[in-house]
């Protein structure tokens, strides 16, 4: 569910900027949180930067979560990683299967 509601203030970070805070704190008060809620005048970029600490707090050890997030950001770097991310990193190798039998290739 919190993945919802990231997705959501993500889309309502520069329409609806207060909202988007309101969905942050309502899964922040559910993480007892609720004694740090966020400022009610964040910018979109402000609000971005907190989705992201949001993202890297809730899905530390799945990193297929975090890597998509990454990837669907085109994200120039990814904390604690020494490796540049890129078009090498975020698009996956074709299987050698789909290669062979699907007629897919790189």
Do not use: W
């Not at 074709?94 to 007629?103: A, H, T, V």
Request: neutral net charge; contains cysteine; hydrophobic residues 30%.
């Amino acid at each position: 569910m919190t993945d919802a509601y990231y997705i959501a203030a993500e889309c309502q970070k520069t329409t609806n900027p207060k909202k988007a805070i309101a969905l942050l704190n309502t899964v922040r008060e559910n993480r007892n949180l609720s004694l740090f809620p966020l400022a009610e005048d964040l910018t979109a970029d402000q609000i971005q930067q907190e989705i992201y600490k949001e993202y890297r707090k809730e899905y530390v050890g799945e990193h297929g979560e975090l890597f998509f997030y990454y990837k669907r950001l085109n994200a120039p770097e990814i904390k604690g990683s020494s490796v540049r991310p890129g078009k090498s990193v975020y698009v996956l190798p074709i299987p050698s299967n789909d290669q062979e039998f699907g007629g897919y290739s790189n």
